[in-house]
C-alpha cells in the first residue's frame, strides 16, 4: 500500500479527529452535559480511530483497510449524533467532518477492493 495514494484519507481522517476532540471539549461546556453525553463519548471513540487509522495508512499497513471500515463506521454514527444537535456550531462543524471522513475512508475501501 503506497501511503500518498491515501493522502485524502489521511488528511480527513486527522481533519476529522481534530474537530471531535474540538466538539468534545464544547459539549463538556454545555449546560446540559448529560443531554450530550453520547455525543462527547462518540466524540472520543472517533478522534481515536480516525488517529489510528491515518496512523496505519501512513505506514503502509495492510491492516489500514480493516480499521478505516470501522473508522467509516465510528464517523458515520458521530455524525448523526452530533447532527441532532443543528444549534451547536462545534456540533454541526463536526458532523461535517464527520461525513467528508466517511466518505474518504469509503472512497479508499473501493479503491483497495479492486
Known amino acids: 500500500m503506497n ?3 491515501f493522502k485524502d484519507c ?10 471531535c476532540q ?4 464544547e459539549c463538556l461546556k454545555e449546560e446540559d452535559v448529560k443531554l450530550m453525553s453520547l455525543c462527547i463519548a462518540l466524540d472520543r471513540e472517533c478522534a481515536l480511530v480516525c488517529v489510528a487509522a491515518a496512523q496505519l495508512m501512513s505506514i503502509g499497513s495492510e ?3 480493516a480499521l478505516c471500515k470501522a473508522c467509516s463506521d465510528i464517523c458515520e454514527s458521530c455524525a448523526n449524533e452530533c447532527g441532532k444537535f443543528p444549534q451547536m456550531k462545534h456540533c454541526r462543524d463536526c458532523a461535517k467532518e464527520c461525513m467528508t471522513c466517511y466518505e474518504e475512508c469509503r472512497g479508499m475501501i473501493e479503491r483497495e477492493l479492486v
Do not use: G, K, L
Open 22 to 25: 474540538y466538539c468534545a471539549t
Open 10 to 19: 489521511i488528511e480527513a481522517c486527522m481533519s476529522c479527529a481534530t474537530a
Open 63 to 65: 491492516n489500514a483497510t
Open 3 to 5: 501511503n500518498m495514494r
